[in-house]
């Protein structure tokens, strides 16, 4: 059990001259500046001020009664407003007890007007009475934010703690509420309990037991157990709603300060509504709830105390631009009635996130629930409850002004970096990939039940629901639909390496890019399979296959439509595109984006996939430029026996992206990605081409030229010179710069994993300056003469170990087995030799 420890923590100042009076008198006065009490016959209660802790300057103090040794604290004046020290708390002789501060100003009353005694009860209740003993008020029928044993809470009162509130409903039910508006928790009576309650009671037995008791009850019923329940006779327990909004049962032992949880209503902390406050993102380092903000979009109120939440460092109405959506993976943005009960409805991930983008300029975020039921929830109120957690099957979208920030808020990401033992991460693996199959075989079952049930209303509409619906199931076209969707093929968004992409509309208006697969004479069966695992491989830094078309001889994939294109554009300057220019904050953020959409590739998903094409034209950006990787999955699809596509291919798309070992015939594995990634780093920092000759750079390929200017220390010069009068975090760059030239090592054992890389870029693993990297020096493939066992050890002194046999055979086991192997490439690798000089 847990509990804030830095809230307001209220100490009796030990009293060393009480005055021990069973009954006060009207003329009598407690000062605040004094350590006076008032004090129950037997001691065990006692009124008095008590400062607020930690302590104020000037001091100030609370009237309070408290249990023996100063806690805890069962009740306090005015629910705990504080005073000067020339406060004081005056039982009138009119009969009021009030409670004036240092200028004499009333700060509460108790409205008594004709009591004759104020009387601390053995119980820790304060009664005011009349001269015929009629009580006129008590401290329990005025709780503040704690209950004691015998201590009766009835309809109508309230438990309060800052802006949460507890109270009992006259039929029974116990509610928890924020703001008196949102309810985050409530427990009512067992069902099968059929009678309507007269005036319930809820009380704490001395013996640690909640109990709800009612004239139509015949007895009481048990709400809860405290766990020490009954164990102590000497145990000292009390219900309190605490200020971060639970409820809990405290024990303590006599003659001790120290208060143990023993029971909470709200068990897992994150739920408890606006714990982090507006904005906040609650998540947990090992056991306790730590506070967080969604993203680098916001930042703390006051950063000394992390509850109180975020802001938004550009407001919505003072962007540059429309607003943008960002994604949080497994986060839940807090629904609780009223406010989510019009808010709800079915609609797919996709649409979840641009209704609220497109929509109404209310909605400020949106959560997608991907838990099987298909609801989309629209927040459109000022005020978000977030919760990060793995196992979270959801995703929240919140609106802000771009550029979104990717990067998780610092002390989230460590956390969960720190927090995920070996074990914890697979388990949490484990329950991620359990849900995801869980989904898929659900999404499976609903599109079948789908197009049996809806034959009558066309196959098309069910898929276009389905679409819609399940992000997951890949969704089959007919040639001629895509025909429509494309207008017969006529606007031609590029040709990769694998075919023609064209711009198309589906009937839902979704705008795809429809690429026609050149090459592929695979079966039909075959092509199938290779689309569900490209369609189940998803990452925000994927491209999303939609769907597909197989028929006859045509061979075609759906995409979702990045809008920006693809990376080159923006890095190279040529005739047609000159004036797009991407700041370094950006670049960074698709580099690293890049390297997360590899990463999952490589060594996140189930099938691993070796992508054997990466560069800067297969590096897409969608509206808020994040990075999404394109054509994974796709080298598989080209026919084994024919070489001419892997040729064309690779001629074609990575000259100069191609590893060393697809030159010199050895195994192609996911290293060979790492190598074309590095290439594509530092072009993202340079803004050449890597394989660029040019006067400037001494008449070598820029890649040879950068790895000397890095050798000289010469950094900026190896920076794109348009960026030269904007603000580039140089660290970053030299990050970037160092990690590349580990990637492009010659040798495949020498380069990190992309799992590496990130945590290079991140500056996670202290960096090593890289050795040259060969074979660009040389301009030649050296083969297998470089000693593996040494190329090892020189890794390690960077932090980053050596790929282990089993990774790497297999990936290869499942990313290689398709592909051409001896003699076949021998055809290929001279024609590419030839092109590449
Ligand atoms: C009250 O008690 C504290 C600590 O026990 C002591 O330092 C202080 O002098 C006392 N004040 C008075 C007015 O007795
Ligand atoms: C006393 O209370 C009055 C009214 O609440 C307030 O205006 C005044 O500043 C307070 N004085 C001190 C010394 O706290
Ligand atoms: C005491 O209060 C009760 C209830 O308000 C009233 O009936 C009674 O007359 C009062 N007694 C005296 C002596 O004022
Ligand atoms: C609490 O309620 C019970 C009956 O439900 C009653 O017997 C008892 O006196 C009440 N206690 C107080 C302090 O009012
Ligand atoms: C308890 O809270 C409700 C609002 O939720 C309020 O109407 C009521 O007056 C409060 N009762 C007390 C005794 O403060
Ligand atoms: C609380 O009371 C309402 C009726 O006012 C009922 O519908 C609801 O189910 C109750 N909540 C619980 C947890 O029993
Ligand atoms: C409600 O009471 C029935 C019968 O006493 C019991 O079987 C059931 O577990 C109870 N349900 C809850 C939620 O306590
Ligand atoms: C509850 O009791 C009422 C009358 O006492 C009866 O009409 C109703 O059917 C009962 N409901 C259940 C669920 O037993
Ligand atoms: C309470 O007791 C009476 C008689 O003992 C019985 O008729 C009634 O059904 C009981 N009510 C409940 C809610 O158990
Ligand atoms: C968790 O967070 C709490 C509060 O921020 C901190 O005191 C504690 O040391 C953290 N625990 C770990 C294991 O990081």
Redesign the pocket.
Known sequence: MFLKTKFLFLIVVLATTTVVTTAVNPGSTLSASSNQTWSSSSGTFSLGFISVQPPTTPPSFVAAISYTGGSPVVWSAANGAAVDSGGSLRFLSSGSLRLVNGSGATVWDSGTA?ATSATLEDSGNLVI????S?T?WSSFDHPTDTLVPSQNFSVGMNLTSESYSFSLSPNGNLTLKWDNNIVYWTQGLNSSVNVSLKSPVLALSTIGIMQLSDVNLNGSVIVAYSSDYDRNADVFRVLKLDNDGNLRIYSTSQGSVTLTARWAAVADQCKVYAYCGNYGMCSYNDSSPVCGCPSENFEMVDPNDDRRGCRRKLSLDSCQGSAAMLTLDHVLILSYPPEAASQSFFIGLSACRTNCLSGSSACFGSVSLSDGSGQCVIKSEDFVSAYHDPSLPSTSYIKVCPPVALNPPSSLGETTREGRSGVTAWVVVVVVLGTLLVLIALEGGLWMWCCRNNKRLGALSAQYALLEYASGAPVQFSYKELQQATKGFKEKLGAGGFGAVYRGTLVSKTVVAVKQLEGIEQGEKQFRMEVATISSTHHLNLVRLIGFCSEGRHRLLVYEFMKNGSLDNFLFQTEQHSGKLLNWEYRYNIALGTARGITYLHEECRDCIVHCDIKPENILLDENYVSKVSDFGLAKLINPKDHRHRTLTSVRGTRGYLAPEWLANLPITSKSDIYSYGMVLLEIVSGRRNFDVSAETNRKKFSIWAYEEFEKGNISGILDKRLADQEVDMEQVRRAIQASFWCIQEHPSQRPTMSRVLQMLEGVTELAKPPAPKSIMEGAVSGTSTNLSSNASAFSTIGVSPPGPSSSSSLQTSGVSTFPSGRNNEKANSSLLQSDT
Do not use: E
């Open positions: 004709g009475s009349n001269a015929s009629a006129l």
